[in-house]
C-alpha cells in the first residue's frame, strides 16, 4: 500500500535575473509650517495624535517647526505620508487652524 503523497524535487516555475536589484519605494518627508495664528499647544497634540510622538519630542519638534519655520513629522512611503498630510490639515481645518502639513520626496 504506497502514501498518498510522494516526494519529488520543487524547481521554480519563473526564473529571475540575478542582475536585478530590488527598488524600495520613495521615501517622503512630512513636515508642518510655521504661522502666526495656530497654538503651540494644538501643534503638540497633532505630533502626538497622528506621529504618536511622545510629549518631549512633540514639543521638540514644535519648537523647530516655531523657530524655523519648519519641522519634520517623520519619513514614510507615499501612500502614508499622503494620508497623514489629509489628515492634519483636515484636523487643523475642522479646529479653525491655518496649521499647514506638507510632504515631499527625499
Not at 524535487?9 to 512630512?30: H, M
Not at 499622503?82 to 487652524?97: C, G
Request: net charge positive; proline share 5%; glycine share 4%.
Amino acid at each position: 500500500m504506497g502514501t498518498a503523497f510522494e516526494r519529488r524535487a520543487v524547481t521554480p516555475a519563473i526564473k529571475t535575473d540575478k542582475k536585478s536589484k530590488r527598488e524600495w519605494p520613495s521615501q517622503y518627508q512630512v513636515f508642518l509650517l510655521n504661522d502666526d495664528y495656530t497654538p503651540m499647544d494644538f501643534v503638540v497634540v497633532v505630533l502626538q495624535q497622528f506621529f504618536g510622538m511622545g510629549y518631549p519630542q512633540a514639543v521638540k519638534v514644535m519648537l523647530e517647526v516655531h523657530r524655523h519655520n519648519k519641522g519634520v513629522c517623520g519619513i514614510y512611503t507615499r501612500d502614508i505620508a499622503e494620508t497623514k498630510v489629509a489628515q492634519v490639515n483636515e484636523f487643523a481645518r475642522i479646529n479653525e487652524h491655518p496649521l499647514l502639513c506638507k510632504m515631499e520626496k527625499i
